[in-house]
């Protein structure tokens, strides 16, 4: 059974930084794309950053390049999400998804596996 569970959400400043987690289990995980999306109140998921299987190539919304780097280590199967330059507009919750396609797309749920998510709050 395929497990997605992610940490390292808060409260933090404006200009503030953080990481957040995604541990992995129940599948291989060396074999898949895994992506982090997103979701404020009131409005739909949206696609924040995906990697590759090897880490080897990744993919950025607009909203985020230059600000968020996105990383694996496939040897203790977790995704990472580093957040710099946190912006009020970041606020919302987090979700780590498993999928074979690392680029973005439009919120499916039916798509690959998806954790319960982590809320992250930017407000001073």
């Known amino acids: 059974q395929v497990q997605l569970v992610e940490s390292g959400g808060g409260l933090v400043q404006p200009g503030g930084s953080l990481r957040l987690s995604c541990a992995a289990s129940g599948f291989t995980f060396s074999r898949y794309a895994m992506r982090w999306f997103r979701q404020a109140p009131g409005k739909e998921r949206e696609f924040v950053a995906g990697?590759?299987?090897?880490?080897?190539?990744?993919s950025y919304a607009d909203s985020v390049k230059g600000r968020f780097t996105i990383s694996r280590d496939n040897a203790k199967n977790t995704v990472y999400l580093r957040m710099n330059s946190l912006k009020p507009e970041d606020t919302a919750v987090y979700y780590c998804n498993q999928d074979n396609f690392y680029g973005r797309t439009a919120y499916d749920p039916s798509r690959g596996s998806w954790g319960q998510g982590t809320q992250v709050t930017v407000s001073s």
């Open positions: 990697i590759n299987w090897s880490g080897g190539s990744t």
